[in-house]
């Protein structure tokens, strides 16, 4: 009894400690943007689900939080999950115009039934940079699914977000009047280019000067003011993902435009 008396008091002080990194992180990362109430939403998921800030499984996306894939293949990890089916809904799928359904299935433990989520990707839904790999994004989101619903998760999931995935036919803003090729800038609703550009340079601690040459040079201009704004929607996914995955491959990356910076100077 007194063992589980103190591996009670030893989780609640993990989470405590969770908690005020957190707090802290987020303020590092999205600074003044962070209000009070979204601090207070932060400490309530950090304590039911044990999301990590610093471990890229929640982030702040305009003005409201949002789960990762990654934080939620980890909670699945921490509550001991006992597996994941996959399928594809063959009746939906049309491989030749780019688009898959797939439906996950979660069992928490043997005895559960299971509960299923549904995931779908084409190209009307997903960005320019992942073309050709939507079914991947289509599983992608079905795990994602099912995983909220068997673990309770009221909030969306990071990659289940159509205009985050940069895709130009996702959003409100065909519909909106044409705008200079280099504004970057946002009147529907969603955070302005610029805004996520800085929340992932600071959340990831990435160097300023560099992601800008890296942004010119993946978009092909001059510098990344002059490009238009579905080219810089791509960079932002690509960067995200690329920090998320595997970020000292990034910085390794980045680290050859300083190279570069050096010698045109």
Same mark, same amino acid.
């Given at each position: ?175 909106? +009047? #044409? ?9 529907? %609703?969603? &955070?302005? =280019? /610029?805004?996520?550009?800085?929340? @992932? ?6 160097? +300023? #000067? ?9 978009? %092909?201009? &001059?510098? =990344? /003011?002059?490009?238009?704004?579905? @080219? ?7 960067? #995200? ?25």
């Amino acid at each position: 009894m007194q063992y589980n008396v103190c591996m009670r008091k030893t989780e609640t002080n993990e989470t405590r400690s969770l908690t005020r990194l957190n707090r802290r992180y987020a303020k590092e990362v999205w600074g003044a943007i962070v209000s009070q109430r979204q601090l207070r939403q932060l400490r309530d998921l950090t304590e039911r689900y044990g999301f990590s800030v610093a471990g890229a499984e929640i982030q702040l996306l305009n003005g409201n939080w949002y789960v990762t894939h990654a934080g939620l293949l980890r909670l699945a990890e921490r509550k001991h999950c006992k597996g994941i089916r996959v399928q594809q809904v063959r009746e939906f799928c049309d491989p030749a115009a780019g688009r898959w359904v797939f439906k996950a299935t979660i069992y928490k433990n043997s005895s559960s039934k299971g509960f299923a989520g549904y995931g779908d990707a084409d190209p009307s839904n997903t960005s320019l940079l992942v073309r050709g790999a939507e079914m991947r994004v289509a599983e992608t989101r079905a795990v994602n699914r099912a995983l909220r619903k068997a673990f309770g998760i009221g909030i969306c999931s990071v990659e289940e977000l159509g205009w985050l995935a940069g895709s130009p036919g996702s959003t409100k803003e065909q519909t909106l +009047p #044409a705008k200079a090729p280099n504004q970057n800038g946002s009147n529907n %609703g969603q &955070p302005r =280019l /610029r805004d996520r550009l800085c929340v @992932l340079i600071r959340q990831y601690n990435l160097d +300023p #000067a560099q992601v800008k040459a890296f942004a010119a040079d993946f978009c %092909g201009t &001059p510098t =990344l /003011r002059e490009a238009n704004r579905e @080219l810089v929607e791509s960079f932002i996914s690509h960067l #995200a993902t690329s920090a998320r995955e595997n970020r000292a491959a990034l910085i390794c990356k980045l680290n050859s435009y300083s190279q570069l910076m050096e010698v045109k100077s």
